[in-house]
């Protein structure tokens, strides 16, 4: 074959590649088809690819050839299921670094499973992995006889807090479920060393009328710096300063004064509230501005503390 | 193997799986701020004749043009960095397709560093303080 006649034969087996593993998602009726699902929690994300198995009419399926006890199983259908995580996570207390796993359980009549991540992440799901040390090991929580059937197998997230949550398969009447957690990308704790120097009670102007109009007092409680307005803003409540970068932080909301009390910032408002400090001797002023870099008010501290 | 098999082998190897690749590390690429420029100027950055649907943007735009040196060392966190022809933060302001006319961060992050440029803070301090806002 001239050099010339090949060279445009393997272009063109190219091309009708290319072609054909563009068309395949759409193309093709599958008994167990293809979702993903992702879940952010503070910037970091969790991603699980899978397919959905059905019952098709099958009933009592745990324990049977179509998943047995003791198997190590893949929650899902054709290639292993995966989960990619953006950043590290905190699994069922297991750290699991930021990366592509494939994901498989052992398969138990109890309700103390473990799920096995394996950075070996594109497989078959008859493959079935014998546990081995570059598998990263998360005990899970597995219930028989949940209150709901699910047709498909199904991965959700069906609890999300501020740094965390849970992640749940089912498929018919059985569930499993693990806890995560997140990497903080900010924290309301702060040194009570470096936090002194803001403490105090602050005079505020409002820059439309030049007016005094309140007072911002900050404090340090429970390990971290906490602003109140005085009159008090009910929205804002006690809330904390979190710290972004010297002497500038933002504003993070807490449920109620109640949770406060022992509760956890549940949304932080960066970047549409941000407050910079200046703190010369034993001068301090405050200003805060939005994501517009609009002043929302300046003032001088008059109490040094509280 | 010859050069001509070299050649269809290298096609087909980019073709199933260089490209993927290739995408993939775009994607998950964390890029820094790009370092400015050496002559950057402000004279592609859209004046209050280009801005006559926005006027409330004009001191924005004006004070961009003022400091083109440093908002040309600063990453815009909006997205539009991804873009083809996309370099910093002054791009946002530059030509008719302007992001900052109409994206919020893109203000957002001018508005601060015209204003910690005026208070005399570096082209560090000033990352810093977008970083910490928008990042």
């Known amino acids: 074959m001239p050099g010339s006649t090949r060279w445009s034969l393997v272009v063109l087996c190219t091309l009708v590649l290319l072609a054909i593993s563009g068309r395949q998602a759409t193309a093709q009726i599958k008994a ?17 690819t899978y397919s959905r198995p059905r019952l098709r009419g099958r ?23 995966v989960l990619e995580l953006s950043h590290d996570v905190m699994l069922g207390g297991t ?39 570059s598998m990263i090991r998360v005990p899970v929580s597995a219930t028989l006889q949940a209150p709901t059937v699910e047709d498909a197998l199904t991965w959700t997230f069906p609890s999300i807090s501020a740094r965390g949550g849970t992640m749940a398969m089912q498929w018919e009447r059985t569930r499993v479920t693990v806890p995560f957690t997140v990497t903080p990308t900010l924290t309301d704790l702060l040194p009570e060393a470096e936090a002194r120097a803001y403490l105090g009670s602050y005079v505020l102007t409002n820059p439309k009328t030049g007016k005094e109009d309140g007072k911002l007092i900050v404090t340090y409680e429970r390990g971290g710096l906490k602003g ?13 300063l979190m710290k972004v970068a010297p002497d500038l932080f933002t504003v ?22 941000m407050i910079t400090f200046t703190v010369k ?3 301090a002023s405050v200003e805060a501005r939005g994501a517009s870099d609009e002043l929302y008010f300046s003032g001088k501290r008059v109490a040094a503390s509280r | 193997m010859t050069h001509a098999s070299r050649r269809e082998f290298a096609t087909l190897l980019l073709a199933l799986t260089g490209l993927p690749v290739l995408r993939r590390l775009g994607v998950n690429a964390q890029p820094a701020h790009p370092t400015p420029r050496a002559g950057i100027t402000a004279r592609k950055v859209l004046t209050a004749a280009e801005l006559s649907k926005s006027p409330q943007l004009v001191p924005l735009f004006d004070g961009v043009r003022e400091i083109p040196h440093i908002v040309d060392g600063i990453r815009c966190h909006c997205g539009c960095a991804e873009f083809n022809g996309h370099y910093s933060l002054l791009s946002c302001y530059e030509e008719a397709n302007a992001m900052a ?6 203000q957002g992050e001018g508005r601060v560093a015209v204003r ?20």
Not at chain 1, 32 to 48: F, R, Y
Not at chain 1, 70 to 79: C, I, L, R
Not at chain 1, 98 to 127: A, C, E, N, R
């Open chain 1, 59 to 81: 009933s009592n399926i745990w324990g049977t050839r179509v998943v047995q006890w003791g198997e190590v199983w893949t929650p899902g259908a054709n290639d292993a299921s």
């Open chain 1, 252 to 273: 993070g909301l807490f449920m109620s004064a109640e949770v406060y009390a022992g509760g956890e910032v549940y949304e932080v408002l960066r970047p549409d509230f």
């Open chain 1, 281 to 283: 001797g034993g001068e």
């Open chain 1, 95 to 133: 750290k699991v670094p930021k990366g592509k796993y494939s994901i498989w359980m052992v398969v138990s009549q109890d309700t103390s499973w473990t799920m096995l991540l394996d950075p070996k992440w594109k497989q078959f799901h008859t493959d079935h992995p014998k546990p081995n040390d």
């Open chain 1, 32 to 48: 167990s088809e293809l979702q993903t699902i992702a879940q952010t929690v503070d910037g970091t994300t969790l991603k699980v």
């Open chain 2, 116 to 135: 910690l440029a005026k208070a005399g803070k570096t082209l560090d301090e000033i990352r810093v303080a977008i970083d910490a806002q928008f990042g």
């Open chain 2, 101 to 106: 006319q109409i994206c919020p961060i893109c």
């Open chain 1, 228 to 240: 109140t307005f005085d009159p008090n803003d009910t929205y804002l409540q006690t809330f904390a």
